[in-house]
Structure formats: C-alpha cells, structure tokens
C-alpha cells in the first residue's frame, strides 16, 4: 500500500515541480545542473506515463517541465562562469541531455503521429543544449 502512495506521489505533476524549485533553490550551480536535469529525466517519465494513460493535458505539462529543466540546468551551468574542459558537471550534462535526447526520440516514436509535433520544441531544445555543452567540453571557453 505504501509503495502505491509512493508511486502516485511520484508520477504527480506537483511533485515534479517541487524537485524544479528545490533545485532553484540550490546554491551552488553545477548542483543545480544536475538536480535540474534529474528533474527533466523525471519529468519525461511521467509525461510518457500520463501520455499511455490517454491524459494528454499532464503529458503536455510535463513536458513543458522537461523543457524548463533543461533551461534551467543549460543557465545555471553558463552562470557558473567555469571552463568546461575543467568541469566535471558539463560533461555529466553533456551524457544526460544525450540520454534525455534520445528517449525523447524513443517516446515520439511510440506516439501517434498526429501527437508528435507535441515534442518537437522539447526535442530541439534538448538537442541544441547538448550541442552546446558538447562543444564547451570539446573546445573550452571562449577566449575574450
């Protein structure tokens, strides 16, 4: 019975959107990365369970957590102001918004085709994203 609880508690909307303002709330930055894009991975899961469950309303607000996931952690990782060839958060960033890009991709798959474009913005976002922080490990930071 406990783990029932546990699991709707989990896969609610609002507990999604407490784990985004605790990782505001995170001071220090390369955390809030990480906590933030924990959220995202999150977030998809319950926009893939609230989509098989037929409730597109929850799918589309988890999604659009997803997206202010990635948001935040892509912010919070540029504000820190540290190389990224030197930083071991933008590359465990750089893994994760691979990971995430892909089961996005797996999750538009298994949709109908007349729900994908529901994804599309998410897509992008988290592919540019992990573009970016590919190449700030791959090349460092810019010299001014």
Not at 21 to 42: D, F, I, Y
Not at 90 to 100: P, W
Not at 115 to 133: F, S, Y
Request: without cysteine; glycine residues 4%; aromatic residues 4%.
């Amino acid at each position: 019975m406990k783990r029932m609880a546990l699991a709707v508690l989990l896969l609610s909307g609002g507990w999604l959107h407490a784990d985004l303002k605790r990782a505001m709330a995170e001071s220090n930055l390369e955390k809030r990365s990480g906590l933030a894009l924990e959220n995202a991975a999150a977030a998809l899961k319950s926009a893939r369970a609230a989509y098989d469950k037929g409730d597109n309303d929850e799918a589309t607000k988890a999604v659009a957590e997803v997206l202010e996931s990635v948001d935040l952690a892509a912010t919070s990782l540029d504000q820190s102001g540290k190389n990224p060839r030197r930083s071991a958060a933008y590359k465990n960033a750089e893994k994760s918004t691979r990971d995430l890009a892909k089961r996005i991709q797996d999750f538009q798959n298994d949709m109908s085709y007349v729900d994908r474009p529901l994804l599309d913005k998410v897509k992008a976002r988290v592919e540019q994203v992990h573009e970016e922080l590919l190449l700030g490990v791959m090349e460092g930071r810019k010299k001014q």
